[in-house]
C-alpha cells in the first residue's frame, strides 16, 4: 500500500465514523486525505470500493491469523488464542469499531464473514478435543461463543479499550473456560 491509499483509507475510516458511507462523496474524500481525484481515481472506482479494500485487507490478515491463532498440531500455540484475538482487534480498533457499526446494518459484513472463516477450525479443534461431543452442540458451544466474543470486543473498544490486551484476553479466555464462575 502506498502513502496515497494509506490517506484515502484512513481518512475514510475517520469520515466513516461520523457519517455514513453513502453520504461520503469522492471530492470530500479526496479534500480531506490531501489527495487529487486523478490519484484516487487511479486507485480506486468509488467511495465503497475504498471500504471494500480495506475489509479484503483486513480479512485477509484475519484468515492468517485464524491460521496461526488455534491450537497445533503438537497441541500447543505460541500465544493464547485470546491474547492473539485482542492483538488483531487492537491492531485494527478503528476499522473494528466501524465494521461492528457496519454489522448492525447488514448481515453479509466482515464480521460474519470472520465468524465463518473461524466456525470449521474451532468446530474441528472442539470435536478433536471432544470426540464423543455431538457436532450439534459443538456448533451451538462456537455460537455462542462467537458471539459473546463480539459483544466483548464491542464493549472493550466502545469504552476506550482500558484494559490491555493481555487483561481483556484473560477476560474472554476465563469466560470461554469458567463461565458464570467467572464472576466470583
Known sequence: ?????????RTLIELMA??????????????RSGVNRATFYYHYDSVQGVLLEIEKQVEAEFYEFIKRS???????????FYVMFFEFVAR???ICRLMLEMQR???DSF????????????IATMTELYPNCPTAKVEYY????SHGFIGLMSYWLKSGMRESVEEIAEIGENLANNGISFLA
Not at 1 to 9: A, D, G, L
Not at 71 to 79: E, R, T, Y
Not at 112 to 121: L, Q, T, V
Open 111 to 122: 464480521l460474519y464473514r470472520a465468524m465463518e472463516a473461524g466456525r470449521s477450525k474451532v
Open 92 to 94: 485494527h480498533a478503528d
Open 18 to 31: 461520523t457519517t455514513p458511507i453513502d453520504e461520503i462523496t469522492v471530492t470530500e474524500l479526496c479534500k
Open 105 to 107: 446494518q447488514n448481515s
Open 70 to 80: 488455534l491450537i497445533s498440531d503438537d497441541g500447543a500455540a505460541d500465544k493464547s
Open 142 to 145: 462456537y455460537i455462542f461463543m
Open 1 to 9: 500500500m502506498n502513502r496515497s491509499t494509506e490517506k484515502i483509507q
